[in-house]
């Protein structure tokens, strides 16, 4: 059964950091490029970072310089630390595979204060 579970979301204030987590399971996590996803109130779901299979990295202008992404196949885990947070950076954050796309998760909120 594929299951991807996102926590570490929460209630920040501006400038202030989170990481996020990411645990997938019933995937083939290992060779799959993955990605963080946002969902802004009225907005459709956006992809804003993405880790290739080799660990490369790309990022939306919005969050570059801000975010990273990062991934520990060992552990099935994609990682998201965000920084510098602002109130624009409120939304419920997802997983999930960069290009097919597994059954969502129920994705974590953050609510980013100014």
């Known amino acids: 059964q594929v299951q991807l579970v996102e926590s570490g979301g929460g209630l920040v204030q501006a400038g202030g950091s989170l990481r996020l987590s990411c645990v997938a399971s019933g995937i083939t996590f290992r060779g799959n490029a993955m990605g963080w996803f946002r969902q802004a109130p009225g907005k459709q779901r956006e992809l804003i970072a993405a880790?290739?299979?080799?660990?490369?990295?790309s990022y939306a202008d919005s969050i570059k310089g801000r975010f990273t992404i990062s991934r520990d196949d060992a552990q099935n885990t994609v990682y998201l630390q965000m920084n510098s947070l602002k109130a624009e950076d409120t939304a419920v954050y997802y997983c999930?595979?960069?290009?097919?796309?597994?059954?969502w998760g129920q994705g974590t909120q953050v609510t980013v204060s100014s």
């Open positions: 880790v290739s299979s080799g660990g490369g990295t």
């Open positions: 999930n595979r960069r290009y097919t796309y597994a059954p």
